[in-house]
């Protein structure tokens, strides 16, 4: 009897563990990985007032189409470009890039890596990451610059805002035709392609990142204007065709 015991005993034990194990692998399942999101915009939005495509100013054909690849922004004059700019995305992404390093260079604001502090080779690595331009001491620093972009992006907004930010050109926000201070307050600083961009408020962003390239000319042609101090620039022949035309104004309401 109490062999016929100890020998049920024992099946049971391995019948739970049995059931045990079972129920371990029908149990809830683990939660898959989260992949990382590629549509969603990292750094400035796209800098420039034209298809990268057909070359026609953004606008002419509606409101342009706006994409993201692996988080940097791109806008196209309309659907049909779309297609083709992705035909060879690798290409096309590159002659973004020259334009960008092209743009912002002389607007860049440190001499050293946002990386290591250390300063800047004669040629330093260059690189575009979410439509900014980086410079870094060697290409080795990009690994680290990746892992913490935020951060690293956050300190090139920080070096753009000193550096241009005791001679900023206007006097008004661009958006709202407010004067700085008053009843709005402290003004708020923004970044975007290297340029300063001054805003009365922070309602006004929304107007920036809708239209960027408009604000950036506006700030452009403001800058190379008389004392780099007007308002509203007449016949700058500085000002650049690219960013688009410094005379338009939206209209904005705070109320």
Excluded: W
Excluded at 94 to 118: C, F, R, W
């Amino acid at each position: 009897m109490n062999r016929v015991l100890t020998l049920l005993c024992g099946t049971v034990a391995a019948a739970g563990i049995t059931f045990a194990v079972i129920a371990q692998d029908h149990g809830q399942p683990d939660k898959p990985a989260v992949p990382a999101k590629t549509d969603q915009r990292v750094g400035d939005p796209y800098p420039f007032d034209t298809c990268p495509v057909s070359g026609k100013k953004l606008g002419e054909m509606g409101d342009p189409v706006v994409k993201v690849y692996d988080g940097r922004e791109v806008r196209f004059c309309c659907p049909a470009c779309p297609p083709k700019f992705e035909a060879d995305k690798t290409a096309n992404v590159a002659k973004i890039d020259e334009k960008i390093i092209k743009d912002q260079g002389p607007l860049y604001p440190l001499k050293t890596s946002v990386v290591t502090g250390k300063d800047l080779p004669e040629k330093p690595y260059e690189f575009v990451y979410g439509n900014r331009l980086v410079r870094l001491g060697t290409e080795s620093e990009k690994a680290e610059f990746t892992k913490d972009s935020k951060k690293y992006l956050g300190a090139l907004d920080k070096a753009v805002i000193a550096a241009q930010g005791e001679h900023y050109p206007l006097t008004k926000c661009p958006v709202s035709k407010e004067e700085y201070g008053g009843e709005m307050g402290k003004p708020v600083d923004i970044v975007i392609a290297d340029r300063l961009i001054r805003l009365c408020c922070a309602d006004c962003k929304k107007d920036v990142q809708k239209d960027p390239a408009k604000f950036i000319a506006m700030v452009d042609a403001a800058r190379h204007g008389e004392h780099g101090k007007s308002d509203h620039p007449e016949g700058d022949e500085h000002a650049s065709h690219e960013h688009g035309d410094p005379h338009e104004h939206p209209d904005h309401d705070h109320n």
